[in-house]
């Protein structure tokens, strides 16, 4: 079976560039995390989705953040304008659900903005 | 929020030694989990033990829920286990507190 598939793995662009991280979650599962890692904070939970639903963003940093689920095989972060402080490690996990909660991740997609 | 900690922050092992990982947390949980970053960055999910004892090849994990805390055990230890080992924690809601994690060299 497929894992979490996340594009792209690596994006480099420019302060002020817009920017999408794409995840695929396992199929089957309905519950999806978006993750930022970096080596200060380590890993925070940014956004959680539920049947498509977002539950809860409060762990999204900033308006410049959003996220969106439009059906159950796929979900979207959008950085609007970016930000070097952005620069991170973006991992989306997948869970069959919430009750269960055995989580798995994505390969990440590290962005850099210079 | 349940505060992870886990212990050593580092360990640097010889190939074939064996190594205990420790995970403590301040509350009582729902869900555990450990997981493997490799060098490459990638999060693999090892355990889902809330409590009790798995096995799974040369790793083993252990959950004492009632005194608050995991043991990952790694047995004749190999360079492909070098990374860093997270353990992560939720008590009722979705939100997996994860600790700072145990970095684990091993030297061929």
New interface residues.
């Given amino acids: 079976d497929a894992g979490v598939i996340q594009s792209p793995r690596h994006e480099v662009t420019e302060m002020g560039q817009e920017v999408t991280l794409r995840c695929k979650p396992i199929s089957g599962h309905n ?1 999806l ?1 978006w993750y930022r890692q970096t080596m200060m904070r ?2 925070e ?1 940014l956004i ?1 989705f ?1 049947n498509n639903v977002p ?2 963003d409060s762990g999204m940093p900033e308006d410049r953040f959003s996220a969106k689920m439009p059906n159950a095989s796929f979900s979207t972060l959008k950085i609007q304008p970016s930000e070097p402080r952005d620069s991170a ?1 973006y ?1 989306c ?1 997948s869970s069959l659900n ?1 009750y ?6 994505g ?2 997609s ?1 962005l850099t903005v210079l | 929020g349940i505060q992870v900690e886990q212990s050593p922050p580092d360990l640097i092992l010889q190939e074939g030694a064996n190594s205990t990982l420790r995970c403590n947390f301040s509350d009582s949980v ?2 555990l ?1 450990w ?1 493997h970053q490799n060098p490459w ?5 090892l355990f ?1 033990i809330p409590s009790g004892t798995k096995q799974n090849g040369r790793l083993s994990a252990t959950t004492v829920a009632t005194e608050r805390y995991s043991l990952l055990y790694i047995s004749s230890s190999q360079t492909t286990d070098s990374g860093v080992y ?1 353990c ?1 924690v ?1 008590k009722d809601d ?3 507190s ?1 600790g ?2 145990t970095t684990v060299t091993v030297r061929a």
């Fill in positions: 519950s995390f380590g890993l939970l959680y539920n539950i809860d490690v991992f996990a919430y269960t909660g055995e989580l798995f991740f390969e990440g590290r | 729902n869900n989990q997981f960055g990638q999060l693999i999910n889902y997270f992560a939720e979705y939100k997996l994860f700072a994690g």
